[in-house]
């Protein structure tokens, strides 16, 4: 099968990835209300066609943060993307690299933050969760300053992890012990392709950057057991003070969904935000990001970078968000699926898709450049 699109590599994901990893990526939480409404508000935005006007030269660059970008785009921070092809993180950030693009690693990835440096030649993105060792968060975000990432994106939606059905019923949550290991390794080696990519060559499976805390303890387990015990639920606006004290550099807070908290990070000082519900994986049945963007960015857009993720498959997706007033978004799980479906080959595959997709909804809405994209450009937006 020869992808045509983005979701096209998720059905290449879904046949190649053992199941307890594709649920992982393509799930979220409870009856994954949000996560269909993702897609459905989108879909639903509705932009005007204009015709007869000069696009022969399309301008689809964009400053974010004092760097250029070829594409107004970025691959968002996903947690245990190096599972889903060999070394995953580096190829996805090597593909971003190509495409002159950022790349957001996790602070749970499969690979480190050294590694991913090694491999790049330009600064990348580190995400970062309110953790409750702040000794080890000190820790982490001085190896993203000394890997030079250029900037920081502090996830503020995931207090504690959202309940998801699909990961019990896959074999991921919910199946501690021998058990749940032995119908893991047995997904595994039934998918012979993803058992030699990533089983055998793609070792070791350290769990990248939180490997030092969890010891020798680096079954999935092990990790999720350090996830639910670790992350800090007492977290407040007052500990951004905590992060500006131990950061140099623009400060992005993901996971705003409501203009009284972007309001909150505006007059705290962060340099950016992105409207998100996690992608439908935390809080079930909250609004689509394509209802909540249009109020935020009208509310703090002067004061702060307003970015968005949630339910973007396509360049025309891209281009509605920018409509609806962001002025970037975050590709999630677009590309992991390209990942999984192809390694860096399909990553870098998956955005000339989006790139040529964009072209045509420019052409098509009268939008030479990106500044020129935004409301006028929307017949019908999401009620």
């Known amino acids: 099968m020869k992808a045509a699109s983005a979701l096209d590599y998720r059905a290449l994901a879904q046949r190649r990835l053992p199941p307890f990893l594709f649920e992982y990526i393509d799930g979220g939480s409870y009856a994954e209300v949000t996560l269909r409404r993702n897609i459905a508000d989108l879909e639903r935005v509705a932009l005007r066609q204009r015709v007869l006007t000069d696009v022969s030269s399309l301008d689809l660059s964009v400053e974010l943060f004092g ?26 950030a090597r593909a971003a690299e190509a495409a002159g693009i950022p790349f957001c690693l996790s602070t749970v990835s499969a690979c480190p933050l050294d590694e991913v440096a090694r491999a790049t030649s330009r600064p990348f993105w580190f995400q970062l969760y309110m953790i409750r060792d702040r000794g080890f968060m000190r820790e982490l975000m001085a190896q993203a300053q000394e890997a030079e990432c250029s900037a920081l994106v502090f996830t503020v939606d995931m207090p504690v992890p959202g309940s998801r059905y699909r990961d019990y019923r896959s074999g991921l949550a919910g199946a ?17 392709r993803w058992a030699w990519d990533v089983g055998i060559h793609g ?10 805390v969890l010891g020798k303890n680096t079954g999935l387990e092990d990790f999720f057991a350090w996830m639910r015990s670790n992350f800090d639920p007492s977290v407040t606006w007052r500990d951004l003070d905590f992060i500006r004290a131990n950061w140099r550099g623009p400060l992005i807070i ?7 908290d972007a309001v909150e990070a505006a007059q705290l000082g962060a340099d950016g935000i992105v409207v998100s519900n996690h992608g439908g994986r935390q809080l079930d049945g909250v609004p689509s990001t394509a209802a909540a963007l249009p109020s935020i960015a009208q509310a703090v857009g002067d004061r702060l970078t307003v970015l968005a993720d949630g339910g973007i498959r396509s360049g025309l997706d891209v281009v509605r968000m920018l409509a609806l ?16 479906g192809g390694g860096q080959a399909g990553v870098s595959h998956m955005l000339r898709l989006i790139e040529a997709e964009m072209r045509v909804a420019m052409a098509l809405t009268g939008a030479r450049t990106i500044n020129a994209i935004d409301g006028s450009r929307v017949a019908r937006t999401v009620r």
């Open 67 to 92: 760097r250029s970008l070829a594409l107004p785009v970025a691959l968002a921070p996903i947690g245990l993307a190096g599972m889903n092809a060999r070394r995953g993180e580096v190829q996805a």
């Open 176 to 192: 501690p012990g021998a058990a749940g290991a032995l119908r893991r390794f047995w997904q595994g080696v039934t998918h012979p």
């Open 203 to 212: 070792r070791p499976h350290q769990l990248g950057n939180v490997a030092p």
């Open 254 to 260: 993901k996971g705003i969904l409501d203009v009284e």
């Open 325 to 340: 007033g962001a002025r970037g978004v975050l590709l999630g799980r677009a590309w992991v699926y390209a990942l999984a």
